[in-house]
């Protein structure tokens, strides 16, 4: 193990509660360990997590009694999220450790003061509670949308008990929610957009408004495929989440942002070293003056802004009723000759 390596695995040690809990939420504590099924994180008792360093070893070591693995956190990380790259494990392991850790309180200390309702305060610490998409609600609702998505998208969360509120009667209840973070360039968390699920993962829950955003929304957006800091060339934007990971499922190697909504579509603001802009049209006309003005900014930023359209009513609707390859094929004349690289190869 690389020392970089050792240090993340020795910080992560250090909030091995935490680092269970949150990649290993099928568990629970028992004394100085945390018991799980497996490092996959299946419900079960032969996986033992020790939580404190002592004689035996330091905090953050695991051994599996059933199959003899055995390892640290940073293979937590890598095996719960089902990661590859040990790049993409080191990217999680530090979003993980710059997360707002909930605060031990003593007897006489004050509390922390309740994030104001919908700020980004509010969103980052919902954030911090939701867990990885694998292997929950979100990842089944996700794939009956046709969505197929890398374990390694930092943006996408599950929370099983969400709270949602009916505007009129005023009713609260929990529920499960995909939640998907809205962030600036700069990889801060600055809003979420909450999608309710069905308890089964079937579509989404049967309620009025089955997604609400919160936070600061304005010139940030819900990013695929961004590496905070680095220059993008080319990338595709649009309104709706589902539109744009419908598009990442079929151009994996293309960064994304969904922008929420037509006005916020409008004050999007540009990564650097953008030169070429696809934009997301749906066949409906609602968010037409997003696009117009978007298009504009772009083009007095030097930008060439070119529409993307689909055959039915958005790319999510292409993508379940026509699949991927056709839909592959149909953006394929819509991209400049150069980003056709950006479509997986045919056949």
Known sequence: ?????????????????????????????????????????????????????????????????????????????????GLVEFRDVVDEARRFLAMPRPQAQDAGAQRQPAAARGSPDAARRLFAMSQPVVGTLAERYLAGRGI????????????????YRDLVT????????????????????TGLQRTWLA????????????????????????????DPGTPVPVMAVGEGFETMASLRTVMPALPVAAATSANHLAGLTFPPGCRRLYIAADADAAGRHGIERLSQRAGEAGILALALRPQLGDFNDDLRHLGPTHLAAWLSDQLVPEDARLLPPSG
């Open 1 to 81: 193990m690389t020392g970089s390596a050792s240090e993340l695995a020795r910080r992560l040690g250090d909030q091995a509660e935490a680092v269970c809990r949150e990649y290993l939420s099928n568990g629970r504590r028992s004394g100085n360990h945390w018991i799980v099924g497996d490092v996959r994180n299946t419900r079960g008792r032969s996986m033992h997590v020790r939580l404190k360093g002592n004689a035996k070893g330091p905090a953050g070591k695991w051994v599996d009694e059933q199959s003899g693995e055995h390892g640290d956190l940073l293979d937590v990380i890598r095996e719960s999220c």
């Open 148 to 163: 197929l998505l890398t374990a390694h998208e930092r943006a996408l969360r599950f929370h099983p008990g969400c709270y």
């Open 170 to 189: 005023g009713e609260m209840q929990t529920l499960p929610a995909l939640i998907a973070a809205v962030t600036s360039l700069d990889g801060r968390i």
């Open 199 to 226: 308890p089964d993962g079937d579509g989404k829950a049967q309620i009025a408004d089955p997604r609400r955003s919160l936070g600061h929304l304005l010139g940030n957006g819900i990013w695929l495929g961004l």
